[in-house]
């Protein structure tokens, strides 16, 4: 009995002394707003592959897409297979309110935005390290979109999305709709 009475005493004293768990951070903290304007994107390169582009709208979205140039890229649909060689650049712009820290952008090239990975690239590749983050209103130029790729082309349909995946900041995340007519 005395056995079972110090486990007790030492598990009472123990459980006393844990720290009270901190609270997750609410909702609250993720709030964000965004200028009420979207820019209509400008898409420039080989004419064969602008065709193919759609830069998917995303109203609620932190950043927006100014304007992707695929400059020096190729594409080729045959027998239901794509094959591609995307090089671009993306001008984008943070619309919100909040410092963004990071952020994934996406070039999917495929018959639709959920058909896969696709090529893609996140971050800030291309900026300096000192500018790594992106203040309210400011506008960044990216290089992206390095790789290749092939894969299927049911009915030889393809298209090229471009939309902004994810967005960070300080403690928050964000995934941004993403409106695509079809």
């Not at 486990?7 to 002394?17: E, K, R, W």
């Not at 963004?100 to 900026?127: E, N, Q, R, Y």
């Not at 309210?136 to 299927?152: M, R, V, W, Y």
């Amino acid at each position: 009995m005395k056995a079972l009475v110090s486990c007790l005493s030492v598990l009472l004293l123990v459980s006393g002394n844990t720290p009270p768990a901190q609270a997750p951070q609410t909702a609250d903290s993720c709030h964000f707003t965004v200028s009420s304007e979207l820019a209509k994107p400008t898409i420039s390169g080989p004419e064969d592959i602008t065709a193919l582009v759609r830069v998917v709208e995303q109203p609620d979205s932190p950043v927006e897409i100014l304007a992707i140039d695929f400059k020096d890229s190729w594409l080729s649909v045959a027998h239901e297979r794509v094959t591609e060689q995307l090089r671009c650049t993306m001008k984008i712009r943070n619309r919100s309110d909040q410092q963004v820290k990071a952020l994934d952008l996406h070039v999917i090239v495929g018959p639709s935005p959920s058909s896969g990975p696709g090529t893609g690239f996140g971050g800030f590749p291309g900026l300096a390290a000192q500018t790594r983050s992106l203040a309210p209103g400011q506008e960044a130029d990216i290089i992206g979109c390095g790789g290749g790729g092939s894969g299927g082309a049911p009915g030889n349909h393809i298209r090229i999305f471009v939309y902004v995946d994810r967005v960070d900041w300080d403690g928050c995340l964000y995934v941004p709709s993403k409106r695509l007519p079809y």
